[in-house]
Nanobody, 120 residues
């Protein structure tokens, strides 16, 4: 059984920084793609950033030049470094692991979500 455990959310003032972490545990051979999504109240879940096992990244236009998505393949862990936070970044942030290769096959998984609130 694969689990994604997130940490690092909280309350921060505009212009501040936060670092989210997401660690995948279980019998994992490889994870093709890891990423972060977010969902604000009353809105649909949207992509924030993704990174392949080879380090290719993709960012939403709204977070480019402010967020980065480092990944440690050996630890099956992905991070989201968020700088220059704005009130519109307030949302529940979800970690996603796509095409997780395990002895039982390949599946995708979601974390439980962590709240990020940007407010003065």
């Amino acid at each position: 059984q694969v689990q994604l455990v997130e940490s690092g959310g909280g309350l921060v003032q505009p212009g501040g920084s936060l670092r989210l972490s997401c660690a995948a545990s279980g019998s994992i051979f490889y994870i093709y793609l890891m990423g972060w999504y977010r969902q604000a109240p009353g809105k649909q879940r949207e992509l924030v950033a993704t990174i392949t096992g080879g380090g290719i990244t993709n960012y939403a236009d709204s977070v480019k030049d402010r967020f980065t998505i480092p990944r440690e393949n050996a630890k099956n862990t992905v991070y989201l470094q968020m700088n220059g936070l704005k009130p519109e970044d307030t949302a529940v942030y979800y970690c996603h692991a796509d095409r997780v290769v395990t002895p039982a096959g390949g599946y995708d998984y979601w974390g439980q979500g962590t709240q990020v609130t940007v407010s003065s």
